[in-house]
T-cell receptor, first 118, second 113 residues
């Protein structure tokens, strides 16, 4: 159980393009989804927290107009990197958490999306 | 600011060895500590620890939490090459109901045949 699917797994595109990444919880309803960025040999850096039906909460230093997050249903969240530039190249990972309450449940991660901007 | 520190940052052992990975934390309003294993892709969930002194076990892996001293350890016995990975410790803390994770830097474990 607790499977999270992320798509695509790898994207290469030209500078200026917008890229959409999907994150789906396959066998549970995810009230909260999280988007992370990971640089080589570094740990995960939280970008934003997304609750179904409400606006995402962005971490300090993350541009909300650059990284658009939509969480329209209990099983799907999307991250759109708008007008991507080479410095946006990174490994993006989503996670999903079931249930509400005090948030004390484990997050389950998708397989990540490697984004390369030329 | 919440802080999670793992040690060692990297570790090289031979198959059959036992390893202990450490995670200490300084956070406001601690809720839970989680261990994840990350190989080439995204992290896979290992353990979630909420109470002090209760060992969680899964095969050759085990973990325990000490809420008084603010740390956790992850033990792996009889290591195998397939245990080579980055092991991440993360803490859920704070007053939000969103369950945000704060990650440590990770420990890179390499197991040689």
């Amino acid at each position: 159980g607790a499977v999270v699917s992320q798509h695509p797994s790898w994207v290469i595109c030209k500078s200026g393009t917008s890229v959409k990444i999907e994150c789906r919880s396959l066998d549970f309803q995810a009230t909260t989804m999280f988007w992370y960025r990971q640089f080589p040999k570094q740990s995960l850096m939280l970008m934003a927290t997304s609750n179904e039906g409400s606006k995402a909460t962005y971490e300090q230093g993350v541009e909300k107009d650059k990284f658009l997050i939509n969480h329209a249903s209990l099983t799907l969240s999307t991250l759109t990197v708008t007008s991507a530039h080479p410095e946006d190249s990174s490994f993006y990972i989503c996670s999903a958490r079931a249930g509400g309450g005090m948030g004390n449940q484990p997050q389950h991660f998708g397989d990540g999306t490697r984004l390369s901007i030329l | 600011e919440d802080k999670v520190v793992q040690s060692p940052l990297s570790l090289v052992v031979h198959e059959g060895d036992t390893v202990t990975l450490n995670c200490s934390y300084e956070v406001t309003n601690f809720r839970s500590l989680l261990w994840y294993k990350q190989e080439k892709k995204a992290p896979t969930f290992l353990f979630m620890l909420t109470s002090s002194g209760i060992e969680k076990k899964s095969g050759r892996l085990s973990s325990i939490l000490d809420k008084k001293e603010l740390f956790s350890i992850l033990n792996i016995t009889a290591t195998q090459t397939g245990d080579s990975a980055v092991y991440l410790c993360a803490v859920i803390a704070g007053g939000t109901s969103y369950g945000k994770l704060t990650f440590g830097q990770g420990t890179i474990l390499t197991v040689h045949p």
